[in-house]
């Protein structure tokens, strides 16, 4: 499986249309910078690399990953072989969970499913040319990503996304394609523009979409959208299971109506 670091940041605009922007604070921008430096990597980043991914001097990177040490959203690595980000983050993503009305509504339904299913369930949220994981119910056999809230994966290849982009428009969906860097994750990710709208087209007639080993070797994951009260899709709901365990054709007819079910009381809601 090859590496993919899909973190998206919100659109801030060109450097020229900041600099126009009398309430946009430049060096929050930089620090943000900073932090996204760790997105890509698969280790502790050295003063250096920091500098090199967030365009910026090694000097005042320094001056960057200090005031940020200072305050616990940086630390050296155990090993001292670079640094890493810090636990204050944590503080963050538990703010983020416990203030989204989307995930306090869906937590309850996604256990009573977790419960009916016995596999895997997740709920992802739509960020534009990826999906992000918000809640991830375990069953007995995971990798480690997939038990990472935060984990996000291209909406083109998810199940979740494509269950997605089944109710937006066409122009819409093509707008995303464009977009998107078309790259495979497994060697079964479908990658080909048309086959990819094919799978769109077909989450469309279904109500759900279906992955086979797109994301993970020898995973099988129906997607169910869970839309916004304007209609427009906004989150959804995930089950997977293994090829070794269920045909797709089984697992989809098992798993497909729960989860459709779970997905309208979450979107009701």
């Not at 963050?92 to 499913?113: F, G, K, M, Q």
């Not at 994951?221 to 427009?232: H, S």
């Amino acid at each position: 499986m090859t590496s993919w670091s899909p973190r998206a940041r919100p659109k801030a605009g060109t450097p020229e249309e900041q600099a126009r922007d009398p309430l946009f604070v430049r060096s929050i921008a930089r620090a943000a910078d900073v932090m996204a430096a760790f997105h890509k990597c698969d280790a502790p980043l050295t003063l250096a690399e920091i500098a090199a991914a967030a365009g910026m001097g090694k000097s005042t990177a320094q001056r960057f990953v200090h005031t940020l040490r200072q305050l616990g959203y940086i630390e050296r690595d155990p090993t001292d072989r670079g640094f890493v980000p810090g636990l204050r983050l944590l503080d963050h993503s538990l703010d983020y969970l416990r203030l989204n009305p989307l995930v306090e509504r869906a937590t309850p339904i996604l256990l009573e499913l977790r419960r009916n299913v016995r596999e895997r369930v997740d709920l992802s949220l739509l960020d534009d040319l990826r999906v992000v994981y918000a809640a991830r119910n375990q069953s007995k056999r995971e990798t480690f990503f997939a038990t990472l809230v935060g984990h996000s994966v291209p909406t083109f290849c998810a199940s979740g996304g494509r269950a997605m982009l089944a109710l937006l428009s066409d122009a819409e969906v093509e707008d995303i394609l464009a977009r998107s860097d078309l790259k495979p994750i497994t060697v079964k990710t479908i990658t080909d523009p048309d086959a990819i709208r094919e799978k769109v087209r077909e989450a469309r007639e279904l109500g759900y979409a279906l992955a086979l080993e797109e994301v993970v070797p020898g995973e099988i994951a129906i997607g169910v959208a869970i839309t916004g009260p304007d209609g427009r899709p906004v989150a959804a709901i995930h089950v997977a299971g293994s090829l070794s365990e269920w045909q797709p054709e089984d697992f989809a007819q098992r798993f497909a109506p729960l989860a459709q079910s779970a997905a309208r009381a979450i979107s009701r809601a």
